[in-house]
């Protein structure tokens, strides 16, 4: 195992990559060359993203505008996820970068859920449920519907109940491998109580 500890002041996305890379390439300046593609985790992708999308094609800005878009949704997390995009863009230029969004396992999620209970026009500045952790909830399902598929002999896929545990929190229903609904909602401080995130409270 090779351990490197870095102590910087003022640390920065783009700065931690570039030590990163620099680390990688003083252990062994061949690793990089091996390189046959880069993934992104992308906190938001909106209602546009229901897959991952590779920003280094031929779509890339228009994908990269679109995920700026919403970035007001996700404000933690979706500029430094660009951040991310733009330096491997740069360092690798010939290779896909793939954008792994956590909204897109949830746009499964049925129109009567994920529709909030508000006047109809405000669906126009993008006012619903969205859902998150959709790529661990995604994983979750997947091994767990493997080792339960022995007590459905009929081929049919089990209802899950999964919890993403971690400083950030929600619980996500799903039915046949897709979501049908999630406790985090529109942004990633509603749903259930988290580490620094209070979930949602009763607004009166």
Do not use: C, W
């Not at 209602?47 to 920003?55: E, L, M, S």
């Not at 969205?130 to 209802?159: C, E, M, N």
Request: hydrophobic fraction near 40%; glycine fraction near 8%; avoid cysteine.
């Amino acid at each position: 195992t090779h351990i490197v500890e870095v102590k910087r002041p003022f640390m920065t996305h783009d700065i931690a990559i570039e030590i990163i890379i620099n680390e990688i390439n003083k252990y062994n300046s061949h690793l990089l060359s091996g390189v046959v593609a880069v993934g992104h985790r992308v906190v938001h992708g909106g209602a546009k993203f229901t897959d991952a999308v590779d920003v280094n094609g031929d779509d890339g800005e228009s994908i990269i505008k679109a995920i700026e878009n919403v970035s007001h949704l996700a404000p933690l997390h979706n500029p430094a996820n660009l951040i991310g995009i733009q330096i491997g863009r740069e360092l690798f230029k010939d290779i896909p970068q793939i954008a792994v969004f956590d909204t897109a396992f949830h746009s499964t999620i049925p129109m009567f859920a994920y529709t909030y209970p508000i006047p109809k026009e405000y669906a126009e500045h993008q006012i619903r449920k969205y859902g998150f952790h959709g790529t661990s909830v995604k994983y979750v399902s997947h091994i767990a519907t493997r080792k339960l598929q022995q007590h459905f002999k009929d081929g049919r896929k089990p209802k899950i109940i999964i919890a993403h545990l971690g400083n950030g929190a929600s619980v996500t229903a799903v039915k046949d491998g897709k979501s049908t609904d999630t406790t985090m909602e529109f942004t990633p401080l509603s749903g259930v109580m988290m580490g620094t995130r209070s979930g949602s409270i009763d607004p009166t």
